[in-house]
């Protein structure tokens, strides 16, 4: 059906209103209709198209000129966009921390998108305002806060990671104490945003001191008291700690009742970046893995990556809310300070960003229609699939695994028989994945351990099996020891050195 505009230049027939309703079920049906066929009839994670070949294609539209047809561009997009998307949804996508997505929170993209509120202040957003204080309610209590908490929805981890940061920041600058002088202290298996929060916060690169990690790459606890009393007897501030409930790579959870017990004790503020672990928070068998995150002063949760729910969805919860005041500034074309007087609730005031998606709906209807019980057994259906696929990897002699996640991880390299070819083990290992992706068949990640190349499942799929697993491992294997094979017969060749007359 083609769904043309009745003249090209009547730019207002574009726009969403109550003349134009009829236009856009059509464009969104059709929208709809052409995603659900996409995914429909996909039957590999990715296309394997390089950068090299999409590029042109893209840069070879010519912007000045508009198609005036949803179906045209729809085409359009089906050749530089869909046709070439990577799909979270399939089962042998196993790389990074996405998730795929429920049907109640696409529900709720479409509705937030077309009314298109902005959770800045009550009179753009009002229900809205008030649906987004309930989820932050409600996961304040789930993690165990009590009537003072309070929270804000963000943009993703790292945004929530640097206003929990810029909070600690503010409270301890409150005290009097100059910015050269403040200290974080987080695992060396922290996430990056930590260090990336503290440059962006004017703290120096010595700022944030990291904290060796067992052989479960969970925090030391011997290690965080030592720089608790180094900083202490250098006259230095610990302004936070970043504890981290599931660590990006191994998904490991760090002991958190302890290190609460030790802030508590030097009265520092923590941190919990909970962006991945936060699933646990709706699981009937595993919440007692984050027992001790309700100690915390301020939580990260990344909804979009264990609620499964879409881009972006994720929320710093504390457990004072108090602390919140540090993000206000008052404008009186926005939120007159007569207005927060008045408890008239704008949320700007707690938010680092002034406009701001309603994504909180998304939760909200999740929640309305699924429940939170049926979302934690999703989770926990990764998380038993890991288990799983852990005992997979340590009883294959192909595979050497690093550690064993509570969570839905897996890192593990490819190593070579013995003999000339095991000395190409990192080139093996970042070959079988490049040469997994350009096939299309699956998508895995990859990191370093101790300076060496590994490869990385992350199980957020509940439709993975373990056949799916046994399949990419074996394609890992088989691309690795082609690489080997080729390139073995040149190791351990002595270098010819030319010498010109």
């Known amino acids: 059906m083609t769904m043309t505009h009745p003249r090209a230049g009547d730019a207002r027939s574009y726009l969403f209103n109550d003349h134009t309703v009829e236009g856009y079920r059509r464009a969104v049906a059709a929208g709809s209709a052409r995603v659900a066929g996409r995914v429909g009839r996909t039957d590999r994670p990715f296309s394997g ?21 949803h179906a045209a561009a729809l085409d359009e997009l089906e050749r530089v966009y869909l046709r070439d998307a990577v799909y979270f949804h399939h089962p042998r996508y196993l790389a990074h921390l ?15 998108s077309a009314v298109n509120s902005s959770l800045d202040t009550w009179d753009q957003s009002a229900g809205g305002t008030l649906i987004e204080r309930r989820m932050v309610e409600w996961t304040a209590g789930r993690i165990g806060f009590g009537p003072a908490a309070d929270g804000v929805f963000t943009s993703g981890g790292t945004q929530s990671n640097l206003q929990a940061l810029f909070l600690a920041r503010e409270e301890a600058r409150a005290a009097g104490t100059p910015l050269s002088r403040l200290r974080v202290i987080t695992s060396e298996a922290g996430h990056f945003s930590v260090r990336k929060a503290a440059a962006l916060l004017g ?11 067992d052989a479960e790459r969970r925090m030391r606890l ?5 720089e608790l009393d180094r900083c202490r007897r250098a006259g230095l501030t610990v302004m936070a700690v970043a504890a981290t409930a599931g660590t990006t790579d191994f998904g490991s959870i760090d002991p958190l009742p302890e290190i609460a017990r030790l802030c508590a004790a030097a009265g520092v503020w923590l941190h919990v970046d909970a962006a991945y672990g936060c699933g646990l928070l709706v699981s009937r068998r595993r919440r007692h893995l984050l027992d001790g995150i309700e100690r915390a002063d301020s939580v990260t949760v990344d909804f979009h990556k264990s609620f499964f729910q879409p881009v972006s969805s994720s929320a710093l919860l504390v457990r004072d809310g108090a602390a919140l005041r540090h993000a ?50 999703l989770f926990d259906q990764v998380v038993d699939l890991a288990a799983e696929a852990h005992a997979m990897l340590a009883a294959d002699p192909r595979f050497e695994v690093v550690t064993r996640s509570p969570l839905s991880t897996l890192v593990f390299r490819y190593l070579p028989p013995e003999g000339p070819g095991r000395e190409l083990a990192d080139d093996a290992n970042l070959y079988a994945r490049e040469a997994l992706a350009a096939s299309g068949e699956a998508v895995v990640a990859g990191t370093t351990v101790d300076g060496r190349h590994h ?36 190791a351990g060749q002595p270098e010819v050195t030319h010498v010109h007359s």
């Open 455 to 490: 490869l990385k499942l992350t199980l957020l799929n509940p439709e993975t099996t373990r056949d799916d697993v046994a399949y990419v491992l074996d394609l890992l294997a088989g691309h690795a020891q082609r690489h080997v094979d080729d390139l073995a017969p040149l």
């Open 203 to 213: 703290l120096g690169p010595e700022a944030v001191v990291a904290v060796e990690t």
């Open 49 to 69: 198209a390089a950068p090299a070949r999409l590029a042109p294609e893209i840069a070879a539209i010519d912007l000045e000129r508009p198609l005036h047809d």
């Open 328 to 377: 206000a500034h008052h404008a009186d074309y926005l939120n007159p300070l007569r207005m927060a007087e008045r408890g008239i609730p704008n949320q700007v005031d707690k938010s680092l960003q002034t406009t701001r998606r309603f994504d909180a709906l998304k939760l909200w209807l999740t929640l309305r229609v699924m429940g939170a019980d049926a979302v934690g057994e």
């Open 98 to 112: 996405n998730c795929p997505v429920v049907i109640p929170a696409l529900l709720g993209e479409v509705v937030l």
């Open 222 to 226: 011997d290690g965080l008291a030592r």
